[in-house]
């Protein structure tokens, strides 16, 4: 293949996008349309691939070639590949945490929070959650489970940072999602959904609780690792809702909860 390059010197500049430039540089706030990201593995390239992102570049173990890389490579014929044995990839910062193949992507433009809505029955709303493995997971069980589509406040960690889009297995590309325009859940109420914010408070609802799977429109909200919601949040909303805890446990990590409560409330 033309296209396929073998990487002898470190300091290329078109290695900068996967060796040289952080999460907040390659989003390039500052230019939303030139923003990039990177996927990572195989499998989260081929379904950013299916979901229309646009291929800047590869960097990929030579053994992928022909191997995981073969049919993913075919779909990206005039794109640039770079490609190396994995010891000598491992001198590149962050490769070895890789599955083998990483690709630079541009970014598309937002869709707004009305167009993300619109026909949707069971959303989940994320509070600042700021982990990126927590966004991950929290997306791919919201694809897994019931929801139709994923907001987030402008707080959360980005949906495509490597390490979220990465731990989510690509369901980040399969699920509707995009960031609400500030912290309020105003935008979300005046499309019709009520709200429910899951939170550990004496007058709160089982999640199982008829009246909840009863709502036509339902927007589940998920808060921030270790301190949860805030008050004035819970106050704001329709319900406050909590998983029946067992033998002392006092709580679950975010992405766990968000598991159970989507998988009862996207029924």
Not at 121 to 141: E, H, W, Y
């Amino acid at each position: 293949m033309d296209n396929i390059t073998e990487i002898k010197d470190f300091s290329a500049p078109e290695l900068d996008v996967y060796a040289r430039l952080t999460e907040v540089q390659l989003l390039n706030r500052e230019f939303p349309e030139r923003g990039l990201f990177i996927a990572e593995s195989p499998k989260v390239i081929e379904r950013a691939l299916d979901a229309g992102y646009e291929p800047v570049s590869c960097l990929m173990e030579k053994r992928h070639i022909e191997g995981e890389g073969r049919e993913i490579l075919k779909r990206m014929k005039d794109v640039p590949v770079f490609c190396a044995e994995f010891d000598v990839l491992t001198q590149l910062t962050g490769f070895k945490l890789t599955r083998g193949m990483l690709c630079a992507m541009r970014r598309k433009p937002l869709p707004s929070v009305r167009e993300i809505c619109e026909g949707k029955r069971r959303i989940a709303i994320l509070d600042r959650v700021m982990n990126p493995t927590n966004v991950g997971a929290i997306i791919r069980s919201a694809a897994a489970l019931g929801m139709d589509a994923v907001l987030l406040t402008p707080g959360c960690s980005d949906p495509l940072y490597r390490r979220a889009a990465r731990v989510s297995m690509g369901t980040v590309f399969q699920i509707d999602w995009t960031f609400l325009t500030d912290d309020s859940l105003d935008e979300v109420r005046a499309l019709g959904f009520k709200t429910a914010a899951m939170a550990l408070k004496d007058n709160s609802l089982s999640v199982d609780d008829p009246s909840l799977a009863a709502e036509k429109k339902l927007a589940v909200i998920m808060g921030t690792e270790g301190d949860g919601l805030s008050d004035e949040t819970i106050s704001g909303c329709d319900y406050t809702v909590r998983i029946p805890m067992y033998h002392g446990v006092d709580s679950l990590n975010v992405a766990a909860a968000s598991a159970v409560a989507f998988y009862q409330l996207g029924k």
